[in-house]
């Protein structure tokens, strides 16, 4: 190590004097890398996107094997709303141009990677995005500097020695590292990343397949009709996205297996640790499964035949029957290898190794100023969210430029300021269209901070909702007077592999249950302040954030359409009503008029529009309705003193009339 | 004699009472041979026995009710036993025919009634008819009026009755009097009748299923006087009468000397709200006697007590003479100003309507049903939605046409959202003015519906819905400001396809403009003309005048005029340079404002009070711009046109300046019929007209009557301001400065998140404690079962399925998906 740290130690050197600056570098012309590109170029930052290959998207070029993305290319929803429909394109990036929709580059629901690769190729080139290519970047390390943004410099290393100074790093490689596995016998199987594609290739072979995720069903897939059997080899269950909720587990389309598996068509599906496995080729060429510590009993210079086999002792032991191939679809893991130790970038705990240990801002624990993009930074919501897939990521991308933006030019986080009268439409309107609350739920979620007296708020779209204790500190702006979380949820306990998510009763219609609503459905959470660390630490289980002084969950919808006056708007509006101690009903101006003269106090919405003498007239048709409704008085009807009086002995006068006189339909 | 046996247990019973409600838990029902039977007879115990015969056919549902009745009855110390008539064994009770059964009441041995089975038809028949047949010398059963009032004679200077009418013997009401009976029987005479006749004989018109009265005739010294009545107006519940014999109980009126918010009386604890007469030292008789008044009519509504304000260490406003406070917990004090017997009750009983109707409600623990809709805009426009609108007169836009549509011609966007209540209702109003300008208009009218294009308002700089903006070419985009009306928009668009401000050229010209008459076809409405006048070397204050002139676009018209012969105007209206011409073409004549070089934002302030006038009729769209002036409103309610004398006499003071401090104005409730309901809340009835009011509604809220008797003239007006300066009047009322709050509480989802866990850990902790109940859980799973959904609070099945069942009249019923 020695004689190479000090070569390394003086290419550094001399590549500090040469090398060039940017205040942000990102690692990878993947959709994370571009996704951020694009941001940054609109920003109009100083950024540099290095790529090992010569196109965008190499991975698409190799990946999937079979060529056949599993991500959904929606082409119609029959709405035109441009934010609803990115809810069901989960493979464009986000942009300002409409052409840069992955709807003109593919008709098929499940695309072919190609076009993915030329989509990406199109999206850098029409936005004109700073991407270096055939850059492969072999190390990075650490330079400190006061004068730097973070305190230290990163600084990236070509492969011809030519060097980058960088403000900021985010790296957007990906998972691109195949995993492994090790055991007696591995070096005979082959991997997903070489194995043959093409059916013929199989024909009238017994095939095994080690791992359950969608590469190993996407593989068994294409060759189910050609081979004697399939057999699927994995150390835990399979987990089935329809069921867990989660992109990430097996998809529906490739599910042609465990079609086979329950029919007893010969396929078949095994759970076992793969560490306890060894592989034995007999002199046929023929592989037999065995256990690893038969091999450690026996001497290991034992011809291939002479050692034992589980089947010997029990012989109806499951796998006893001879392999033609093994094959290994185990998945990706993040390349550590170029990242020097100064960066301090860790592997995830046991649950998450193969993602590098982040934030939930997506920084780094080790380095200030180190951002992870993309599937890579998936550890954030692994098997929670779509953080790890194109459809989720752009929003996650988004949200670390908006961190960005705000930390090092003084943006504060995009926001819009209201009058409160506008506080149950700004909820619903985003709770019906927006996109990344609806893919990245529980992970991304929109904040409203309320102004003194509750009067106006702030609305920020999209906040990663773990870092709401540095709320003020990440987005410059101020919460000290209580907040709502928009966000949305499943059912606490209706997803899970082994749950039955098709059960009689799932779905909740009725509004007084809407908080034991099953799928996909708006949760508001109101702080009176803003929730410490503390609080989010200690939150309570199953729970996204700390317990709320008041929680609302619009009731689940068949459409997702979350717009019916009663279904879904009068009981948010009642929350809202109650967490702020107002009453922010609407009137018409006739009622305003009315208050303005016997009250000395208007709700906010004559305050805001009648007095402003932005009123609301009423119509014949609508004052009839009213009148019908019972919720305006028939004034003209009052004519005659008297009866009017004789007439309701009982009835409350017109002031608290149009408050009270729903009851009496009751 | 029958009653001693029954005094013994009474005391209990009032506890008793409260609990039975909540127990629904079966007992069985013990099978007794007769002989069993009759040994276990005690002396002096009720008991009720089916007798039944072995074999034949039991009546099942009469055995249903009659285990439901098992438990009530045994809180009244009466037991319930079914007896098997077996054939070694017959006893004289099991009849002779099959079939022809019948429950008999005994007390000790001795048999008190025989019941067929169809007489007591369910749990609250056979209450009803056991507590009747037991308490049969405590509630007199009358059928006449003589009957009724010879009881009522016996008993004047003694005690008091409590008399009721009950639809029929055996229903739920008769049951609940008959429980009422069992506690209170001993301190009050109980009749009964089932006669209509007899009801309508006391000079009770309202007839229903049930009422009681108490009659006060421990109070009725002579027996002459006939024994004061008090009505109880709840449905007959047995917890309601017990709240109102309880309410009876109560002294008619306390004194009281502390604050109102710490007074805890019976009547708060029984749900009833409070009323303070407020009184003082001097005028402390007659107010005695007021509360004593309010407190009789009140009797059984509200408590009323007699406040001390001299005694008192509160802020107690000075003219307030009576104070009301609900009977919820945090209820604050309302201070009021009522001066008739009558305000008080109708401000009690319209306050009370909540609770009223959670009663109703029948143990309904959420009371209102929060699912109604009580946004009159949503809801109006909710049940508007299936009447089609003229949509076709105004161009929908969308992303691909917005902005070549917007370029190529002058057009108005409305921007809305098709989910959005109050979008929806100005849009009606939108395509009113599209009807109106059909054909006539050089302006498009353009529709942009948000919920489908959403990025496009948001590019357009729209936030909040609905929003207007007026799209000409090479100019800027001016949003509308206006009312969300037909009217003011309809303005608005006229205004806007003159020029901004408007180059007069000649003298002529000018005239003619300020007579209104430059551009009388354009417009169907009367509107200010305003004209700048400035001389040519006025340059600064010309440019300012027409920038705010600009900002005010659409509102109001203005015109410029700087030829070097306008000093002939300015020397013809006497209005110094630089000056504006005022022309209001509802009061005729031309007014001069001088403008100073005064800045742009002062100026459009002057532009924009301009339009107000000196005396003008105060309507639903004006009220806005003279509330700006925070002054007293000095208002006459007149019915129709108003009075010129009046309107003489107003003017007349204005233009003497004396009315300087007030706003005085005038409201013609044929165009503003809402004045009723105005008018209204000031006296609690539709007074005479015309009338006149002082309304302080920017400090204090009081209200003040000018005396109806007097006509009004300039003298009697400037009298009484001086009066009421002075402080000598008295208001009629003072304007609620309450604040508004939620009208309706949300679903509490967080405790209902609470709630499966929470029951879980008590269903744990009751499984230690009551050995009783071990084994009736045994069977449920214990804790760490099935998931809470699986689970859900019983309660909270019930209500679902009450409420799906139940038509639901705002919005669509909703049933469960079940996902084809």
């Known amino acids: ?666 | 004699m029958m009653s001693s046996g029954f005094v013994v247990f009474r005391a209990g019973v009032a506890l008793v009472l409260m609990c039975s409600f909540y127990r629904s838990t079966e007992d069985p029902l013990p099978e007794l041979s007769p002989q069993q039977y009759f040994s276990t007879l005690q002396p002096g115990k009720a008991s009720l026995a089916y007798f039944c015969q072995v074999g034949s056919l039991s009546n099942s549902v009469f055995l249903e009710e009659l285990k439901e009745a098992i438990r009530p009855l045994q809180d009244y110390g009466i037991s319930v036993s079914k007896v098997n008539c077996v054939e070694e064994e017959a006893s004289r009770y099991c009849g002779k025919e099959e079939g022809v059964m019948k429950a008999y009441l005994f007390r000790g041995h001795i048999l008190l009634r025989e019941f067929p089975t169809d007489t007591l038809f369910d749990v609250n028949a056979i209450v009803a008819h056991v507590l009747f047949t037991l308490l049969f010398n405590e509630v007199k059963y009358v059928t006449t009026l003589e009957d009724l009032h010879s009881i009522e004679n016996s008993l004047k200077g003694k005690a008091n009755m409590i008399f009721s009418y009950v639809e029929a013997i055996g229903t739920p009401e008769h049951r609940a009097v008959m429980e009422a009976a069992f506690v209170y029987g001993t301190s009050y005479q109980f009749a009964l009748t089932t006669e209509i006749a007899l009801l309508e004989n006391i000079g009770s018109e309202n007839t229903g299923r049930a009422h009681l009265y108490f009659l006060h005739c421990e109070l009725a010294s002579d027996l002459t006087e006939s024994c004061r009545t008090t009505r109880m107006e709840q449905p007959l519940t047995t917890l309601n009468i017990h709240v109102f014999i309880k309410t009876m109980k109560a002294p008619l009126v306390m004194e009281v000397a502390e604050d109102p918010q710490q007074v805890s009386i019976i009547h708060l604890q029984l749900g009833l709200p409070l009323v303070f007469i407020i009184s003082q030292q001097a005028t402390y008789e007659a107010d005695r006697r007021t509360a004593e008044w309010v407190a009789w009519r009140l009797l059984g509504k509200a408590g009323v007590l007699l406040l001390s304000r001299d005694s008192v260490d509160v802020d107690i406003p000075q003219h307030a003479n009576v104070a009301f406070r609900r009977a919820e917990k945090e209820a604050p004090v309302e201070f009021l100003v009522l001066n008739d017997v009558d305000l008080i009750v109708s401000h009690v009983k319209s306050n009370m309507y909540i609770e009223e109707t959670q009663e109703d409600e029948d143990g309904d623990e959420e009371g209102p049903d929060l699912a109604i809709q009580d946004d009159e805009v949503a809801e109006t426009v909710y049940r508007d939605r299936k009447r089609p609108l003229p949509l076709e007169l105004t161009v929908e836009l969308t992303q691909e046409t917005f902005n070549s549509t917007v370029t190529t011609s002058d057009s108005l966007v409305l921007f809305y959202a098709t989910w959005h209540a109050v979008s929806m209702a100005f849009l009606q109003s939108y395509i009113d003015v599209a009807i109106k300008l059909k054909g006539t208009s050089t302006i498009l009218l353009t529709r942009i519906n948000c919920a489908d294009w959403s990025d496009v308002c948001a590019k357009q700089n729209v936030t909040a819905f609905p929003a207007v903006k007026l799209y000409k070419e090479g100019e800027s985009p001016v949003s509308y400001e206006g009312m969300l009306g037909t009217k003011d928009l309809l303005k608005f668009v006229q205004l806007n396809r003159i020029s901004c401000p408007v180059n007069i050229a000649s003298i002529q010209e000018a005239e003619k403009y300020l007579r209104g008459e430059l551009y009388k076809d354009l417009f169907s409405f009367p509107s200010v003309s305003v004209l700048g006048l400035f001389s040519p070397a006025m340059a600064s204050a010309e440019e300012h005048f027409r920038e705010a002139g600009k900002r005010l676009r659409g509102s109001i018209i203005t015109g410029v005029y700087s030829e070097d012969d306008v000093w002939i105007l300015s020397n013809k209206y006497a209005a110094p340079l630089p000056a504006m011409l005022l022309a209001r073409p509802r009061e005729g004549g031309i007014e001069s404002v001088p403008l100073a070089t005064a800045p742009v934002q002062e100026m459009v302030r002057i532009l924009a009070n301009a339009p107000l006038e000196a005396f003008p009729e105060i309507t639903v769209e004006t009220l806005p711009a003279y509330l700006r002036l925070q002054r007293p409103l000095l208002m006459l309610f007149s019915d129709g046109s108003i009075d010129p004398q009046y309107r003489n006499a107003a003017l007349a003071l204005v233009r003497q300046k004396q009315l300087e401090p007030f706003t005085p104005c005038w409201l013609n409730l044929k165009n503003t019929p809402v004045g009723r309901g105005i008018l209204k809340v000031y006296f609690g009835h539709l007074p005479p007209l015309p009338q006149l009011l002082l309304v302080n509604l920017h400090s204090g809220g009081q209200v003040y009557a000018f005396p109806s008797v007097q006509s009004i003239t300039e003298q009697s007006l400037m009298l009484w301001l001086k009066k009421l300066e002075a402080g000598l009047e008295n208001p009629i009322t003072i304007i609620s400065d309450q604040a508004w709050k939620p009208p309706l509480p949300a679903f509490d989802f967080l405790s209902m998140m609470d709630a499966p866990a929470a029951q879980a850990s008590a269903k744990k902790g009751a499984e230690c404690m009551e050995a009783a109940e071990v084994q009736a859980s045994a069977e449920q799973p214990r804790g760490g079962g099935p998931a809470p959904r699986r689970e859900p609070p019983e309660t909270l099945r019930v209500k679902h399925w009450n409420r799906s069942i139940a038509p639901r009249e705002a919005g669509e019923p909703s049933r469960p998906h079940k996902e084809l």
């Open chain 1, 1 to 666: 190590m020695g004689p190479l740290g000090l070569l390394l130690a003086l290419a550094l050197h001399l590549a500090a004097c040469t090398r060039t600056h940017r205040d942000y570098c990102v690692l990878g012309a993947g959709p994370a890398g571009l996704q951020m590109a694009a941001l940054l170029q609109r920003a109009g930052r100083d950024y540099e996107v290095f790529e090992r290959e010569s196109a965008p998207g190499s991975f698409f070029t190799r990946y999937p094997r079979h060529r056949k993305l599993i991500s959904i290319n929606k082409r119609h929803t029959g709405k035109a709303n441009a934010e609803f429909n990115l809810r069901h394109d989960w493979n464009s990036l986000l942009s300002d141009d409409p052409r840069l929709l992955f709807r003109h580059y593919s008709k098929a629901y499940f695309p072919d990677a190609s076009d993915m690769v030329r989509y990406l190729g199109d999206f850098a080139k029409c936005l004109g995005l700073r991407v270096q290519y055939n850059t492969n970047i072999t190390h990075v390390a650490l330079d400190k500097d006061p004068q730097a943004w973070n305190g230290h410099y990163f600084i990236l290393t070509q492969q011809n020695g030519q060097a980058y100074q960088c403000s900021v790093l985010l790296v957007a490689t990906g998972l691109s590292v195949p995993k492994l596995v090790d055991f007696p016998g591995s070096e005979h199987v082959e991997g997903y990343e070489s194995v043959s594609v093409d059916p013929e290739d199989f024909v009238g072979q017994n095939v095994l397949i080690l791992g359950r995720g969608n590469s190993a069903f996407e593989t068994a897939e294409n060759i189910l009709g050609v081979t004697n059997f399939v057999h699927m080899l994995s150390r835990s269950r399979v987990r089935l996205s329809w069921a867990t909720h989660y992109v990430g587990d097996v998809r529906a389309i490739n599910n042609g297996l465990l079609d086979t598996y329950q029919l007893k068509s010969l396929d078949g599906l095994l759970e076992s640790d793969l560490g306890y496995l060894a592989l034995v080729k007999d002199s046929k060429g023929k592989f037999h499964i065995t256990l690893r510590f038969f091999l450690d009993e026996n001497n290991s210079s034992q011809s291939a035949d002479a050692i034992p086999l589980p089947q010997d002792d029990n012989d109806n032991f499951a796998m006893r029957v001879a392999y033609d191939r093994v094959i290994r679809c185990l998945g990706w893991k993040f390349d550590f290898s170029i990242f020097n130790q100064s960066l301090r970038l860790s592997s995830g705990t046991e649950f998450s190794k193969k993602y590098p240990l982040i934030r939930a801002s997506y920084e780094s624990k080790g380095s200030r100023g180190l951002f992870i993009l993309g599937t890579a930074s998936h550890s954030v919501d692994y098997r929670k969210s779509a953080g790890g897939f194109i459809h989720g990521f752009r929003y996650t991308v988004r949200a670390v430029h908006r961190l960005l933006e705000h930390r090092h030019h003084g943006i504060g986080w995009p926001s819009t300021e209201h009058p409160i009268t506008q506080l149950s439409s700004s909820i619903i309107r985003r709770v019906n269209e927006a996109s990344g609350l609806y893919q990245m739920f529980s992970v991304l979620a929109d904040i409203i901070l309320l102004k003194e007296n509750a009067t106006a708020f702030e609305y920020l779209e999209e906040f990663p909702m773990q870092m709401l204790a540095q709320l003020e500190t990440l987005t410059g702006r101020t919460a000290r007077h209580g907040l709502f979380v928009i966000n949305m949820e499943y059912g606490k306990n209706f997803s899970g592999p082994e749950k039955d998510v098709f059960y009689y009763d799932r779905s909740v219609a009725h509004v007084e249950d809407a908080w034991r609503s099953n799928f996909l459905h708006p949760v508001i959470y109101y702080y009176r302040h803003l929730p410490t660390e503390q609080d989010m630490r200690f939150r309570p289980a199953q729970w996204p954030l700390p317990r709320p002084a008041a929680i609302h969950h619009i009731v689940e919808d068949f459409l997702t359409d979350w717009t019916a006056p009663v279904g879904h708007i009068l009981p948010l509006r009642r929350f809202l009503e109650n967490c702020l101690g107002t009453d922010l009903r609407s009137f018409y101006a006739e009622s305003c008029f009315l208050f303005a003269l016997t009250r000395q106090r208007l709700p906010p919405f004559c305050q805001q529009g009648y007095l402003k003498m932005q009123g609301l007239s009423s119509t014949k048709s609508l004052r009839q309705h009213g009148v019908e409704s019972r919720l305006l008085p028939d004034y003209t009807a009052m004519e005659n003193s008297s009866r009017w009086l004789g007439d309701h002995p009982s009835a409350p006068g017109p002031l608290t009339q149009s408050l009270d006189s729903n009851k009496e339909e009751l």
